[in-house]
């Protein structure tokens, strides 16, 4: 007799009867668990809920191909609404209840600083492939737990110091956010401006808790730069760039990577970020013949909500996922977390199709690409 496969529905409906008549319906094949906490409520929830989906948007497609080694990824996502005591909190049920392979796509340097001073990715072997964060303090000296595969904020700052060299840009302005995260894009920069011939002549800071701009550009607009470097994220970004072209400040404006252009564009209006510079860590996503972007638009297409737009922290945390599962595939039939890290750091020199990951038990910083685009007049990013 030729018999039918249950469908999913079927198989919970069953699956209900057998548990009623103390009996159980046989196990497939056990889940490989992928934690991810990341912010889906708050100030950053814009960019966390891109992270997530853009890791999601792999392992969808993985699991339709059949899995890692016969067995699915079971992604599961929390929201720490970028809260630290909340993270570290759920990081530490999601490893003891769930023992996951590893852990992706965590948000923000200070999250990522207080992870390690609590010990729980080394306590229990735990491996965090694509952290969205380029601080290099949690690169120097590297930590074995984390797998970056973003350059770092002194690559992308130094990269802008060398492009205002080659345009005759000399004086320059640096707004930055008082944290682990502007502290050190702000140290990048110092480092790369005396590099470069590059004279600041006014810095600028703001608290993210309570971001009050109006110092920061009062302070910058009276120094009359010819370009402003922001360390900054969307909001804080938006409101300073709006209040610095009320003042009457014509500085060419910079930002890194880790802010969201189209929110931006939303916050500040299109007429204070027109002509933006922004420093990218992943190539450009929204069109390409690399096999890597071409995936990412398949993928995109056939398990993201409709009309959902493309954004560049969507298209990290989806080369990280597929970074994430080249290691998993090396790991073996039910990797463990350890299993897994071992995977990571052996991973060698990779090439997704257009972007290269390159690990070793003495490297963990992936990649060092970095790249500029520009917001358009019609508010799009353009290379």
């Known amino acids: 007799m030729n018999m039918q496969p249950f469908s999913r529905g079927a198989r919970r409906t069953l699956a209900t009867l057998l548990t ?7 196990v497939s094949a056990a889940d490989i668990v992928v934690g991810q906490i990341t912010p889906l409520t708050g100030v950053l929830a814009s960019i966390g809920k891109d992270l997530a989906l853009g890791a999601k948007l792999w392992f969808e497609h993985i699991n339709s191909q059949g899995g890692i080694n ?4 079971r992604h599961i996502v929390l929201n720490d609404t970028f809260n630290v005591a909340e993270t570290l909190k759920q990081t530490e049920q999601l490893i003891e209840k769930e023992k996951p392979a590893a852990l992706i796509g965590y948000l923000g340097s200070v999250t990522l600083a207080e992870l390690i001073k609590n010990g729980v990715l ?12 380029g601080s290099p303090s949690l690169r120097t000296p590297p ?23 080659t345009l005759g840009i000399r004086k320059v302005a640096v ?4 944290d682990a995260f502007g502290q050190s894009g702000l140290a990048g920069f110092e480092t790369a401006a005396a590099k470069y011939g590059g004279e600041i002549v006014a810095r600028g800071s703001y608290q993210l808790a309570k971001p009050d701009l109006g110092p920061a550009v009062a302070i910058i607009a009276a120094a009359r730069p010819q370009a402003v470097i922001m360390i900054a994220n969307t909001r804080p970004a938006a409101a300073f760039a709006k209040a610095y072209r009320q003042a009457s400040g014509d500085g060419i404006l910079f930002n890194v990577s880790v802010i969201d252009p189209a929110e931006l564009v939303k916050l500040a209006g299109l007429d204070s970020v027109r002509g933006m510079g922004i420093t990218q860590v992943v190539p450009y996503p929204f069109s390409g013949v690399s096999r890597l972007v071409k995936d990412f638009h398949r993928d995109l297409k056939k398990f993201a909500p409709p009309d959902t737009a493309i954004t560049y922290a969507m298209f990290e945390e989806y080369i990280g996922a597929r970074v994430l599962t080249e290691a998993l595939k090396n790991a073996g039939k039910n990797p463990t977390s350890a299993k897994t890290a071992q995977a990571l750091q052996n991973l060698g020199r990779i090439d997704l199709g257009g972007f290269i990951i390159d690990y070793s038990p003495n490297n963990r910083n992936g990649s060092h690409f970095v ?4 917001i358009g007049p019609e508010g799009r990013l353009l290379r």
Do not use: C, N
């Open 20 to 26: 009623l008549a103390g009996l159980a319906l046989p």
């Open 122 to 133: 080394e306590r229990t072997s735990t491996p965090l492939i694509a952290p969205y964060s």
């Open 143 to 165: 930590y074995p737990w984390y797998f970056h595969i973003r350059a770092s904020y002194a690559e992308e700052t130094a990269y802008i110091a060398d492009h205002l060299a």
């Open 175 to 178: 707004l930055y956010q008082d």
């Open 371 to 374: 790249d500029i685009t520009v």
């Open 70 to 73: 016969g067995e699915k990824i």
